[in-house]
């Protein structure tokens, strides 16, 4: 099933493009549009995006994998990054990073089986004087010491169900968390035509 | 002591419009549409602003590089942070964003814009709704929009957001990341002051830079010039971070020495026990410093010439040539401090910030995607205890090679604090290799 956007991103989309003197400036923007809609960028979403902006496929495609931030697989409902970056590695953001293994199993890139929790390693966050700092889906936690980061999972775990719930669920988006681990997303978008790549 | 940028720093009011206001916020804006725009680039080239993002280029001078018969201008706010250690433009943004809008707006008229663009880190969502609020505001207020504070010059203000790349803070690249395109930076010249966004002269400045602009324009540009050291006006909001006891933004003058920035503004360090082993003067590019280096005010020029602080060596003995041919010591940059206590392994820290550089390199030029790459994993090995026979001085081969040989200062930004870490922590370096295995 093709996507589209919904009205409200449509709305959005149409104030957005007067802001630039070309249509191409505002990919990023409506790449933004589209990963908050659909929670991560298919091949489809892509698809989509370059059909809205009269640009190539292969020029979106270009952008997206030059950025970080867009994501080419579906993310746990808490995205968890760590920032290891010298400020915070001075203040033991890499016994954070392994706490964080700990607890929820997992290696950095990596997704619990039942989608709650990815966890990454990123580079520095611009928070160094609060460090070690993590960044949880939108929200900064600074500092976050080691020694916090099992009662922080514990009720991030709680607090799960009722922001799945909370999320909009765009119609006709497919699957804005699945369950299914890292690969899996990779494997899809090989099948939809566009090459495996690497994560970030 | 003088606080300009920091000021509103605590009050959480001082974020909406109608507080702004009645501190004296746009009062600057209101005076700048009674002077011409050549008045107010003479005002900041007087109050030797320079350039907070981390080259330290004078503010005016760039504006006056615009031609005169330009049709279509525009000003572009770097708020792209994320040189590691850096994180007042953050900070300054949650706090007071009106004043990023009024020195921005200020700034745009001078060089005759009609719409400038906030280009903000991706990461930043909480300061992006800041911003948007902010703007918004202005707009309803009529300081942005058909008639600039009743000046009949239209103004708009887009605030942009970033996607998660490092290298879209340097301006070319930015650039070419508000087009919609890859973040890659672009080969200068021509410079944006004549062929900039979208093909269009634009003048790029950081957040901080913009932000001082209302308060030179109140109390005019000798008074700003005179908190500095010659060539180098007003004050700095120094991000102070790692092993000090008072981590935070801390606004000094320009030229308060390094020394009191950490002990004195930053309550010395975190634990008695451990005393000063180096210090990270401007963001993780700028050549480290041991603790023997910090007598020296905090300043371009000052840190570029000081004997304090030794030059940086292509080799032992060999003194590394940079630019025109000058040696180089090192630089305040983006003015992020990052204090280092002994007891630290330079070599595990020279790895991360290699890392973080191999990462983030863009690709474009062999030199840096290929030679970060290597000093990455060659200093990660040695950290590791993993090392090979040689291997310091293939990292001191390959760091040669990267600097001076790209597109865009991200080379300049590996070799530098690699050099400077052999220069200054060469044996911690070689103990790692002689332990190796042969």
Same mark, same amino acid.
């Given at each position: ?33 589209? %990963? ?71 290696? #950095? ?28 889906? &939108?929200?900064?936690?600074? #500092? ?5 980061? *099992? ?34 997303? &990779? ?14 | ?5 920091? %000021?509103?720093?605590?009050? &959480? %009011? ?59 201008? !525009? ?90 790349? !490092?290298?879209?803070?340097? *301006? ?18 021509? !410079? ?94 700028? #050549? ?18 000081? *004997? %304090? ?47 973080? !550089? ?58 530098? #604090? ?21």
């Amino acid at each position: 099933m093709a996507l589209s956007f919904s009205p409200q991103a449509h709305e959005r989309i149409a104030r957005l493009l007067p802001q630039y003197p070309t249509r191409m400036a505002a990919c990023l923007p409506v790449l933004w549009v589209a %990963q908050e809609e659909f929670g991560w960028l298919s091949a489809e979403a892509m698809r989509l995006v370059a059909a809205t902006l009269e640009l190539p496929e292969s020029h979106v495609y270009s952008v997206v994998t030059f950025y970080t931030m867009y994501r080419r697989h579906p993310v746990g409902t808490y995205h968890i990054q760590v920032c290891t970056n010298v400020a915070c590695m001075l203040r033991d953001a890499y016994q954070v990073l392994s706490r964080f293994e700990r607890a929820l199993e997992l290696k #950095p890139g990596e997704t619990t089986p039942d989608g709650t929790f990815t966890l990454s390693e990123v580079e520095c966050l611009a928070a160094c004087g609060t460090a070690p700092c993590v960044q949880i889906n &939108d929200r900064y936690h600074e #500092p976050v010491r080691p020694e916090e980061v *099992e009662a922080l999972v514990t009720r991030l775990r709680l607090e799960a169900p009722a922001l799945r719930a909370a999320r909009p669920v765009a119609p006709a988006a497919g699957p804005i968390v699945t369950a299914q681990p890292v690969p899996a997303a &990779d494997r899809a978008a090989t099948a939809q035509g566009l090459p495996a790549v690497e994560r970030d | 002591m003088t606080r300009i940028v920091t %000021q509103h720093f605590g009050n &959480d %009011q001082a974020k909406q419009l109608a507080v702004y206001e009645q501190l004296g916020g746009y009062a600057a804006l209101r005076k700048a549409v009674s002077l011409t725009p050549q008045q107010i680039i003479d005002e900041v080239i007087a109050s030797n602003l320079t350039g907070r993002g981390g080259a330290g280029f004078p503010a005016g001078k760039k504006w006056s590089f615009i031609p005169k018969d330009a049709e279509t201008v !525009y000003l572009v706010v770097n708020a792209d942070e994320g040189e590691p250690g850096t994180f007042k433009d953050r900070w300054l943004m949650y706090w007071d964003p009106h004043r990023l809008i009024e020195g921005a707006c200020i700034a745009a008229y001078a060089i005759r814009a009609h719409r400038f663009f906030i280009y903000i880190r991706g990461e930043l969502v909480r300061e992006l709704r800041v911003l948007e609020q902010a703007v918004a505001e202005a707009y309803a207020r009529g300081y942005l929009g058909p008639s600039m504070a009743g000046s009949g010059w239209a103004m708009d203000a887009v605030v942009h957001r970033g996607a998660g790349a !490092y290298i879209c803070g340097e *301006e070319t690249s930015l650039l070419n990341s508000l087009e919609g395109k890859r973040g890659y930076p672009r080969l200068k010249p021509p !410079y944006p002051a004549l062929r900039g966004l979208f093909d269009q002269p634009t003048v790029v400045n950081n957040v901080e830079t913009l932000m001082n602009v209302p308060t030179i324009l109140e109390r005019g540009g000798h008074w700003f010039a005179d908190l500095g050291v010659p060539g180098d006006g007003g004050t700095r909001a120094v991000a102070l971070s790692g092993h000090v006891k008072s981590p935070g933004i801390h606004e000094v003058p320009v030229g308060t020495s390094l020394r009191s920035i950490i002990f004195e503004q930053g309550g010395g360090m975190r634990e008695a026990a451990k005393p000063l082993k180096a210090v990270i003067p401007g963001g993780s590019s700028m #050549p480290i410093l041991s603790a023997a280096e910090i007598d020296v005010p905090y300043a371009f020029q000052a840190m570029l010439k000081s *004997e %304090q602080i030794r030059e940086v060596e292509q080799a032992p003995g060999v003194k590394f040539r940079w630019g025109a041919g000058g040696t180089l010591r090192s630089m305040p940059g983006s003015g992020a401090v990052t204090v280092i206590e002994e007891g630290t392994c330079m070599v595990a820290l020279c790895a991360r910030i290699m890392r973080f !550089y191999a990462h983030e390199s863009c690709g474009q030029c062999t030199p840096c995607r290929e030679g970060s790459g290597w000093l990455a994993q060659v200093c990660t090995r040695l950290a590791r205890g993993a090392g090979r026979r040689g291997d310091v001085d293939l990292l001191q081969r390959v760091a040669g090679q990267i600097g001076g040989n790209t597109i865009c200062a991200l080379g300049d930004a590996v070799t530098w #604090p690699m050099l400077a870490f052999l220069t200054k922590f060469r044996g911690e370096f070689e103990a790692k290799e002689a332990g190796a295995a042969p």
